[in-house]
Protein backbone atom coordinates (compact mmCIF):
# COMPACT_ATOMS: atom_id res chain seq x y z
CA UNK A 1 0.00 0.00 0.00
CA UNK A 2 1.23 3.62 -0.29
CA UNK A 3 3.00 4.65 2.10
CA UNK A 4 4.58 8.34 2.97
CA UNK A 5 6.80 8.57 6.25
CA UNK A 6 7.90 11.91 7.22
CA UNK A 7 11.04 11.79 9.74
CA UNK A 8 14.00 14.43 10.98
CA UNK A 9 11.19 17.02 12.72
CA UNK A 10 12.25 18.36 16.63
CA UNK A 11 13.15 21.13 18.66
CA UNK A 12 15.41 23.73 16.75
CA UNK A 13 16.87 27.33 17.76
CA UNK A 14 15.71 30.61 15.51
CA UNK A 15 18.57 30.81 12.86
CA UNK A 16 19.45 26.94 12.89
CA UNK A 17 18.75 24.58 10.81
CA UNK A 18 16.97 20.85 10.02
CA UNK A 19 16.65 18.60 6.99
CA UNK A 20 13.22 16.30 7.08
CA UNK A 21 12.88 13.01 5.03
CA UNK A 22 10.51 11.99 3.55
CA UNK A 23 10.22 8.08 2.58
CA UNK A 24 7.70 6.35 0.12
CA UNK A 25 6.78 3.33 -0.71
CA UNK A 26 3.61 1.36 -2.37
CA UNK A 27 3.98 3.42 -6.04
CA UNK A 28 6.28 4.38 -8.42
CA UNK A 29 7.87 7.31 -6.62
CA UNK A 30 9.36 8.64 -9.60
CA UNK A 31 6.39 9.51 -11.41
CA UNK A 32 4.80 11.73 -8.44
CA UNK A 33 5.65 15.38 -8.38
CA UNK A 34 6.07 15.59 -4.36
CA UNK A 35 4.69 18.53 -2.56
CA UNK A 36 5.75 19.77 1.27
CA UNK A 37 2.57 21.18 3.18
CA UNK A 38 2.41 22.65 6.98
CA UNK A 39 0.21 23.30 9.54
CA UNK A 40 1.02 25.47 12.08
CA UNK A 41 -0.53 24.70 15.73
CA UNK A 42 -4.32 25.10 15.67
CA UNK A 43 -4.06 26.71 11.98
CA UNK A 44 -4.73 25.81 9.04
CA UNK A 45 -2.93 24.38 5.99
CA UNK A 46 -0.68 25.75 3.82
CA UNK A 47 1.17 25.03 0.98
CA UNK A 48 5.04 25.06 0.52
CA UNK A 49 7.18 23.93 -1.24
CA UNK A 50 6.89 21.27 -4.76
CA UNK A 51 9.36 19.23 -6.82
CA UNK A 52 8.68 17.56 -9.66
CA UNK A 53 8.67 14.12 -10.56
CA UNK A 54 12.17 14.44 -11.70
CA UNK A 55 13.30 16.84 -9.97
CA UNK A 56 14.31 19.41 -12.73
CA UNK A 57 11.18 21.73 -11.30
CA UNK A 58 11.44 22.89 -8.14
CA UNK A 59 9.63 25.99 -6.37
CA UNK A 60 7.89 26.88 -3.02
CA UNK A 61 5.43 29.49 -1.00
CA UNK A 62 7.21 33.46 -0.43
CA UNK A 63 6.73 32.64 3.20
CA UNK A 64 9.80 30.18 2.69
CA UNK A 65 11.44 30.94 -0.50
CA UNK A 66 15.24 31.66 0.04
CA UNK A 67 15.27 29.75 3.52
CA UNK A 68 14.31 26.16 2.12
CA UNK A 69 15.37 23.76 -0.55
CA UNK A 70 13.22 20.95 -1.70
CA UNK A 71 14.61 17.79 -3.35
CA UNK A 72 14.71 14.46 -4.17
CA UNK A 73 16.07 10.95 -4.70
CA UNK A 74 14.83 8.84 -6.76
CA UNK A 75 16.88 5.98 -6.56
CA UNK A 76 15.79 6.19 -2.69
CA UNK A 77 12.38 7.01 -3.03
CA UNK A 78 12.89 9.84 -0.73
CA UNK A 79 11.94 13.43 -0.54
CA UNK A 80 13.49 16.24 1.54
CA UNK A 81 13.32 19.22 2.88
CA UNK A 82 16.62 21.63 3.91
CA UNK A 83 15.39 24.31 6.18
CA UNK A 84 17.70 27.45 7.13
CA UNK A 85 17.36 30.35 8.96
CA UNK A 86 14.61 29.36 10.96
CA UNK A 87 12.12 31.33 13.00
CA UNK A 88 9.54 30.69 15.40
CA UNK A 89 7.09 30.89 12.55
CA UNK A 90 8.12 28.13 10.98
CA UNK A 91 7.11 25.84 13.83
CA UNK A 92 4.51 23.49 12.29
CA UNK A 93 3.77 20.10 11.26
CA UNK A 94 5.25 19.23 8.06
CA UNK A 95 3.31 16.69 5.71
CA UNK A 96 4.88 15.67 2.60
CA UNK A 97 1.93 14.22 -0.15
CA UNK A 98 2.30 13.23 -3.59
CA UNK A 99 0.45 14.67 -7.07
CA UNK A 100 0.65 13.25 -10.48
CA UNK A 101 0.79 15.76 -12.35
CA UNK A 102 0.98 17.88 -14.71
CA UNK A 103 1.16 14.64 -16.88
CA UNK A 104 -1.35 12.47 -14.94
CA UNK A 105 -3.77 15.42 -14.98
CA UNK A 106 -4.38 14.85 -10.84
CA UNK A 107 -4.30 18.45 -9.18
CA UNK A 108 -4.64 17.65 -5.78
CA UNK A 109 -2.98 15.28 -2.89
CA UNK A 110 -4.02 11.59 -3.18
CA UNK A 111 -1.93 10.67 0.15
CA UNK A 112 -0.49 12.37 2.88
CA UNK A 113 2.19 11.21 5.32
CA UNK A 114 1.20 11.75 8.71
CA UNK A 115 3.93 14.41 9.44
CA UNK A 116 6.64 15.59 11.22
CA UNK A 117 6.51 18.28 13.99
CA UNK A 118 9.18 21.15 13.57
CA UNK A 119 9.37 23.51 16.93
CA UNK A 120 11.60 26.41 16.31
CA UNK A 121 12.52 27.85 19.73
CA UNK A 122 15.48 29.09 22.04
CA UNK B 1 -0.65 33.97 -2.60
CA UNK B 2 -3.06 34.90 -0.31
CA UNK B 3 -5.36 31.72 1.58
CA UNK B 4 -8.80 30.94 -0.42
CA UNK B 5 -11.16 32.43 2.32
CA UNK B 6 -13.81 29.92 3.81
CA UNK B 7 -16.15 30.54 6.71
CA UNK B 8 -14.62 29.96 10.20
CA UNK B 9 -17.59 27.22 10.87
CA UNK B 10 -20.89 25.59 10.10
CA UNK B 11 -22.95 23.61 11.88
CA UNK B 12 -26.11 21.59 11.14
CA UNK B 13 -28.17 18.86 12.62
CA UNK B 14 -28.11 14.94 11.92
CA UNK B 15 -29.87 14.81 8.45
CA UNK B 16 -29.07 18.32 7.62
CA UNK B 17 -27.26 19.72 4.70
CA UNK B 18 -24.51 22.65 4.92
CA UNK B 19 -22.26 24.52 2.39
CA UNK B 20 -18.90 25.86 2.92
CA UNK B 21 -17.61 28.25 0.56
CA UNK B 22 -14.31 28.78 -0.60
CA UNK B 23 -13.46 32.23 -2.64
CA UNK B 24 -10.38 32.68 -4.47
CA UNK B 25 -9.18 34.73 -7.51
CA UNK B 26 -8.98 34.94 -11.18
CA UNK B 27 -5.63 33.44 -10.49
CA UNK B 28 -6.44 30.09 -8.34
CA UNK B 29 -10.13 28.98 -8.09
CA UNK B 30 -11.70 31.15 -11.20
CA UNK B 31 -8.45 30.15 -13.89
CA UNK B 32 -8.30 26.32 -13.46
CA UNK B 33 -10.91 23.49 -12.66
CA UNK B 34 -8.93 21.88 -10.15
CA UNK B 35 -10.17 22.55 -6.57
CA UNK B 36 -9.84 20.39 -4.15
CA UNK B 37 -11.29 19.55 -0.50
CA UNK B 38 -9.64 17.94 2.39
CA UNK B 39 -11.50 16.68 5.69
CA UNK B 40 -9.39 16.58 8.73
CA UNK B 41 -9.66 14.54 11.71
CA UNK B 42 -8.23 15.97 14.99
CA UNK B 43 -4.47 14.47 14.95
CA UNK B 44 -4.95 13.33 11.71
CA UNK B 45 -3.49 13.87 7.92
CA UNK B 46 -5.78 15.33 5.80
CA UNK B 47 -8.02 13.56 3.52
CA UNK B 48 -9.24 14.34 0.03
CA UNK B 49 -12.83 14.26 -0.50
CA UNK B 50 -12.81 15.97 -3.62
CA UNK B 51 -11.08 16.75 -6.34
CA UNK B 52 -11.19 18.66 -9.91
CA UNK B 53 -14.35 20.82 -8.43
CA UNK B 54 -16.89 18.28 -8.27
CA UNK B 55 -15.03 14.41 -8.69
CA UNK B 56 -15.15 12.10 -5.60
CA UNK B 57 -12.28 9.55 -4.82
CA UNK B 58 -13.29 6.10 -4.22
CA UNK B 59 -15.17 5.86 -1.02
CA UNK B 60 -16.11 9.06 -0.05
CA UNK B 61 -19.62 8.84 0.45
CA UNK B 62 -21.70 10.57 -1.83
CA UNK B 63 -23.19 13.20 0.43
CA UNK B 64 -19.91 15.01 -0.66
CA UNK B 65 -20.17 17.43 -3.58
CA UNK B 66 -18.67 19.84 -5.05
CA UNK B 67 -19.43 22.99 -7.46
CA UNK B 68 -17.37 26.25 -8.74
CA UNK B 69 -19.13 29.19 -9.81
CA UNK B 70 -16.84 31.88 -11.09
CA UNK B 71 -13.96 32.49 -8.21
CA UNK B 72 -16.04 30.55 -5.60
CA UNK B 73 -16.28 26.99 -5.06
CA UNK B 74 -18.40 25.10 -2.46
CA UNK B 75 -18.84 21.85 -0.73
CA UNK B 76 -21.55 20.29 0.24
CA UNK B 77 -22.75 17.77 2.81
CA UNK B 78 -26.03 16.07 2.42
CA UNK B 79 -27.57 14.26 4.79
CA UNK B 80 -25.04 15.14 7.65
CA UNK B 81 -23.70 12.28 10.19
CA UNK B 82 -21.78 12.65 13.46
CA UNK B 83 -18.72 11.31 11.67
CA UNK B 84 -18.51 14.14 9.72
CA UNK B 85 -17.25 16.52 12.26
CA UNK B 86 -14.00 17.94 11.28
CA UNK B 87 -11.99 20.56 9.75
CA UNK B 88 -12.57 21.12 5.77
CA UNK B 89 -10.37 23.02 3.96
CA UNK B 90 -10.61 23.93 -0.26
CA UNK B 91 -7.60 24.10 -1.90
CA UNK B 92 -6.98 25.51 -5.40
CA UNK B 93 -4.41 25.08 -7.92
CA UNK B 94 -2.80 28.07 -9.10
CA UNK B 95 -0.42 27.42 -11.75
CA UNK B 96 3.28 26.49 -12.31
CA UNK B 97 3.38 23.58 -10.12
CA UNK B 98 1.92 25.69 -6.87
CA UNK B 99 -1.29 25.78 -4.73
CA UNK B 100 -3.15 27.59 -2.24
CA UNK B 101 -4.90 26.32 0.29
CA UNK B 102 -8.39 28.30 2.46
CA UNK B 103 -8.15 29.10 5.77
CA UNK B 104 -10.30 25.98 7.04
CA UNK B 105 -13.74 25.42 8.27
CA UNK B 106 -15.10 23.70 11.27
CA UNK B 107 -18.35 21.52 10.60
CA UNK B 108 -19.85 20.75 14.25
CA UNK B 109 -22.96 18.13 13.69
CA UNK B 110 -25.29 19.64 16.45
Known amino acids: QVQLVESGGGVVQPGRSLRLSCAAS????????LHWVRQAPGKGLEWVAV????????TSADSVRGRITISRDNSKDTLYLQMNSLRPDDTAVYYC???????????????WGQGTLVTVSS | QSALTQPRSVSGSPGQSVTISCAGT?????????VSWYQQLPGSAPKVMIY???KRPSGVPDRFSGSKSGNTASLTISGLQAEDEADYYC??????????FGTGTTVTVL
Open chain 1, 97 to 111: ARALMPTGGRYYFDY
Open chain 1, 26 to 33: GFTFSSYA
Open chain 1, 51 to 58: TSYNGDYK
Open chain 2, 26 to 34: STDVGAYNY
Open chain 2, 52 to 54: DVS
Open chain 2, 91 to 100: CSFAGSYTFV
